[in-house]
């Protein structure tokens, strides 16, 4: 996907060779080890050089529920709720990605996959033809489809010359179309409702629409995007920069206006025979820099901070500049310990433990606390890796790749719709406080294994 990617966008290769010039260098100057140890997956080699992100924006359940099949097989499952109609999107998404700490290990890629809440369209005609386009197209191949049935009957698994086509077939779902499904009359009348229809409801596939690599130092990365002349987004979302790194901080360059050729004649009005020219905005190029996952405490923490700072730029006269939302953010944040030890006593953060040494604590051998263990040094603390996304943030890159439409700036706001995204899936969403509380209690399992004691 990302050979395809960096074919497909030249763009998206000059990102990946800022992003590794900046990682080497970071690498060598980044002296906390707990840092280092989280940001590098703990394991060498690091995952850090094939870690990517991507995201699709699927246009119905059926498609959704096929992805979700289609990434199954490779080992990625859904992860998470996101509503983005706070933000005035009619969609909302969920995470596929790797579930335990050993597939984290042999590769974190993970992918954002939203879905169309045709209910929140706001106008009838643009939802009829959004459905239209979209129940006229089908986004996968024969033979995937067949190699998918296959999987299901192999139990999950497929022989190597199968996944070899698996993998051929599958790319054909997330690969680029210079032709559109529809005319460009038809594109044009749901770009105006809102961008994002357009971009889901008007091709041939669900292109893959950014490919995100990792980063050590997203402030250097940026900088040496611009120094490039990449138009890069105006700020990074997520938290300020920060000694403890927590969650996601994100940035992206914009999205490149690429041809399409639009069939001549509107939907149902009979063959297309000949093409018109127009353009289409999807594809950009992002880069992360992710910290320690938080608990439910510290990310209410982290959600009530950034609120905080919205509203203080809010507040000020005239349009918050991204400057002046940056100031607000790291002055609100100076609320959020940014010491390992404060983050974990007080459960802001989740921490997997190592052994470090066979002494334990004078006392009661048989039960000890935890905390005594780590300040006697027999156990160590190592911050768990965010592997997850951030609603706001999304909502942010996806406003700043899509443009805005006539009515994309005023928010269609409604309730989650976990269930409905459920049954689209076929399968029930992971829990990722789950998911991070088990890396934590496996982790002390294994100490208490090694140590031959009980860890209380
Ligand atoms: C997805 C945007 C969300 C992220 O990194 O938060 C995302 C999209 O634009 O389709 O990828
Ligand atoms: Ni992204």
Redo the contacts with the bound molecule.
């Keep these: 996907m990302s050979a395809m990617y960096k074919a497909e966008v030249p763009l998206y290769g000059d990102l990946i060779r800022i992003v590794s010039g900046v990682n080497t260098c970071t690498r060598t100057g980044d002296l906390d080890p707990r840092v280092l140890a989280m940001r590098h997956g703990n394991v060498a080699p690091s995952r850090l050089d094939v870690e990517r992100?991507g995201?699709i924006?699927l246009g119905t359940p059926h498609e959704m529920r096929t992805v979700r099949r289609v990434f199954a097989v490779i080992g990625l499952h859904p992860v998470g709720y996101y509503n983005l109609s706070a933000a005035g999107l009619p969609m909302h998404a969920t995470c596929f990605r790797p579930r335990s700490a050993s597939s984290l290990r042999q590769n974190p890629f993970r992918v954002?996959a939203?879905v169309l809440r045709p209910e929140l369209i706001r106008d009838d005609a643009a939802s009829a033809l959004a459905l239209t386009l979209l129940s006229k197209r089908n986004i996968f191949t024969a033979e995937l489809m067949s190699l998918l049935d296959l999987a299901d009957r192999q139990r999950g698994r497929l022989t190597v010359d199968q996944g070899t086509s698996f993998i051929m077939q599958a790319m054909e779902t997330f690969r680029w179309h210079a032709t559109a499904a529809s005319s460009l009359q038809d594109y044009t009348c749901l770009k105006e409702e809102h961008p994002v229809l357009a971009d889901v409801a008007c091709f041939r596939s669900a292109h893959i629409?950014?490919l995100?690599p990792r980063t050590l130092d997203i402030g250097a990365a940026q900088e040496k995007m611009k120094a490039e002349g990449l138009k890069v987004k105006d700020r990074i979302e997520g938290p300020p920069e920060r000694a403890c790194p927590i969650l996601l901080r994100?940035t992206s360059f914009l999205a490149i206006e690429e041809p399409i050729q639009f069939t001549a004649s509107p939907s149902g009005k009979g063959r297309a025979s000949s093409f018109v020219r127009g353009s289409h905005r999807a594809r950009f190029g992002?880069i992360?820099e992710r910290g320690a996952a938080v608990t439910p405490a510290g990310r209410r923490l982290y959600d009530e901070l950034l609120d905080e700072a919205m509203a203080a730029a809010d507040s000020c006269p005239g349009r918050a500049t991204p400057e002046e939302l940056d100031r607000q953010v790291e002055l609100a944040f100076r609320k959020y310990p940014d010491d390992w030890t404060v983050l974990r006593t007080r459960r802001l953060a989740y921490f997997t433990y190592q052994v470090a040494g066979k002494s334990l604590p004078d006392g009661n051998t048989s039960s000890v606390a935890l905390e005594d263990l780590v300040r006697h040094g027999s156990v160590n603390a190592t911050p768990i890796t965010y592997e997850d996304?951030?609603p706001l943030?999304?909502a942010g890159?996806?406003r700043s790749?899509l443009g805005t439409g006539a009515s994309s700036s005023q928010p269609v706001e409604a309730p989650s719709d976990e269930i409905g995204m459920q049954e689209a899936l076929g399968v029930e969403l992971s829990n990722s406080d789950e998911l991070y509380k088990s890396m934590e209690r496996e982790s002390i399992e294994a100490c208490e294994a090694e140590l031959g004691i009980r860890i209380v």
């Design positions: 992100h995201a924006r954002f939203s629409n950014h995100t994100q992002e992360e996304f951030l943030s999304a890159i996806f790749n």
